[in-house]
């Protein structure tokens, strides 16, 4: 699972040139290194300058960020590559945004468009459009740039706090914000020098942030929560190369078993530093795959089996009815094109003939198996159907594709990430991993990789990942950084076996 979402970030980090007047000016660039726990990895440049827009005075900034991850332990890299043009009106309000960002192989262009309401429309490569109406409700809806100066009008004392929603443009939705303002503060920034700003601390879609305004109204310093930080710098070192990069996203696991598909019911425990709190959610939540305590330090969690009930295996297929809550999840979206005439065809074949739903997504699930080879593709988080055409991926491409196809089929389906379990007889891990749901009168996850209708007990869910969501606030950034391991207490079989590990606390003896 490709787990660092790096767009998203990078339009909270770099917020655009304020002054207290919209006075004209010379085009101004500021420069900045990107690095990710400890290791540079991009840089980023904004400049900024007198424009017009739909006839009227506007500012314009033309940002380009390049971000090269080099993972340490197996030498692979994914480039990532963006050019943004954003036009502001003279109180800093956005107009209107183009967003271009060259991530391997694919090409996704995102334009936000400001009016009574906000159009975001988000294409992938050649893909239809997908398009995105957001309507404002009471809370102030702002940009990252008018949200600093709507703040800078305030005391700016410590404790000064702007709360506002703000528009994520890849996820498409509204999300609230928080910012609160520290005070001054000298930092020593890598280069040695000293820098002086206001700190403000953020929290944005649950995300934490701490940022260190200049007193020309540009960011000095940013860090996020995920590990990822910038700070300014007078120059793009050139030729640029990335550091590698440290991410552990396998853990070996304190036991081993060949039967990790049969695991009825797991207890974990892990520890975690806890960096929850106000607007800031706990690392794990209560829902169909585990309940969850808090610990002192870190957390328990009884992992569940989610097995194919009788009355889901049973479903007619096409499906009658569809519950409206669930509808959404049969509508293409940019990453997962079920509208596409190769996708849409495939799906026809794939379903002709299958009386159950359950049997339909069973040929889904071998077909995504035969058309994707495992394996690391050109691109970061390929769209179902850039995997299509490559005929490779992670999990995350076989799950998207998976959700292509069974939408295609009429069958309502979702993304789904989070940290999953997996073992032979001498080895066991865990590692960050995607999966998918499927409706079949219920929700059914679905794991491609393993040809799973229906799972057993071994996956910590963070998110759904579907236009509208926010990603798992953070939480699989989160657990990079902490660089969890999670240790396994109890399993039991659907067997009956069981196995228990010495001397470990039982946190579900009582229940």
């Given amino acids: 699972m490709k787990t660092l979402r790096f767009a998203p ?33 991009g840089w980023a440049t904004s400049t900024l300058s007198d424009a017009v827009h739909n006839d009227k005075p506007a500012v314009l900034e033309k940002e380009k960020t390049y971000i090269a991850i080099k993972r340490s332990f197996d030498g692979a890299e994914f480039i990532i590559e963006s050019t943004t043009e954003t036009y502001y009106a003279p109180d800093w309000s956005e107009l209107h945004k183009v967003d271009v960002t060259v991530n391997g192989a694919q090409t996704t262009r995102i334009e936000t468009a400001w009016a ?32 600093w100066h709507v703040l800078k009008k305030g005391e700016m004392k410590a404790g000064t706090r702007l709360t506002f929603q703000s528009v994520e443009d890849d996820d498409g939705a509204l999300i609230d914000e928080v910012w609160t303002v520290t005070g001054r503060v000298k930092r020593k920034l890598a280069d040695g020098s000293v820098v002086e700003g206001t700190q403000i601390g953020m929290v944005h879609a649950g995300r934490a942030a701490t940022a260190i305004m200049g007193d020309d109204d540009m960011p000095l310093y940013y860090e996020a929560s ?37 695991i009825a019911v797991m207890d974990i425990e892990l520890a975690f530093k806890h960096d929850d709190g106000e607007g800031i959610p706990p690392l794990f939540d209560e829902n169909a795959y585990h309940s969850v305590k808090r610990l002192d330090t870190g957390y328990a969690l ?49 379903a002709k003939g299958r009386k159950t739903g359950a049997e339909v997504a069973r040929a889904i699930i071998g077909y995504v198996g035969k058309r994707l080879g495992f394996g690391t593709g050109d691109t970061g988080s390929a769209s179902a159907k850039q995997a299509w055409l490559e005929r490779k991926g992670d999990c995350t491409e076989h799950a998207a594709l998976f959700v292509a196809l069974a939408r295609a089929a009429g069958l309502p ?17 865990w590692g960050y991993h995607a999966w998918a749901e499927v409706w079949l009168g219920e929700w059914v996850p679905v794991d491609t990789t393993v ?20 990603h798992g606030r ?38």
């Fill in 226 to 262: 995920s590990g990822f930080a910038m700070e300014r710098v007078k120059q793009i070192p050139d030729p640029f190369k990335p550091e590698p990069v440290a991410i552990r996203t396998v853990m070996k696991s304190n036991i081993a078993t060949s039967r990790y598909l049969d």
């Fill in 451 to 470: 040809a799973e209708l229906g799972t057993g007990a071994r996956y910590l869910m963070f998110e759904y990942d579907e236009p509208g969501e926010t």
């Fill in 9 to 41: 970030l990078l339009v909270l980090m770099l917020l655009a040139y304020a002054p207290a007047k919209a006075e004209p000016a010379q085009p101004r660039t500021f420069n900045y290194l990107i690095n990710f726990n400890g290791a540079i990895v």
């Fill in 116 to 147: 009574e309401n906000i159009t975001i429309t988000k294409t992938v490569d050649k893909g239809k459009p997908q398009v995105t109406t957001l309507k404002r409700g009471e809370a102030p809806v702002y940009c990252t740039t008018q949200a």
């Fill in 302 to 350: 009884r992992l569940r089996e989610r097995r194919l009930s009788d009355a889901a295996r049973a479903l007619a297929y096409p499906l009658a009815e569809v519950p409206d809550d669930v509808k959404a999840m049969l509508n293409a979206t940019a990453m997962c094109q079920s509208d596409d005439k190769d996708l849409a065809a495939e799906a026809l074949k794939l």
């Fill in 474 to 511: 953070g939480r699989s950034g989160r657990c990079l950084r902490q660089d969890i391991h999670p240790v396994i207490n109890h399993y039991k079989l659907n067997t009956g076996q069981e196995w228990k590990r010495h001397n470990a606390t039982d946190h579900w003896k009582a229940d």
């Fill in 413 to 429: 389906a979702r993304n789904v990430g989070g940290i999953v379990f997996i073992s032979d007889a001498q080895d066991g891990m």
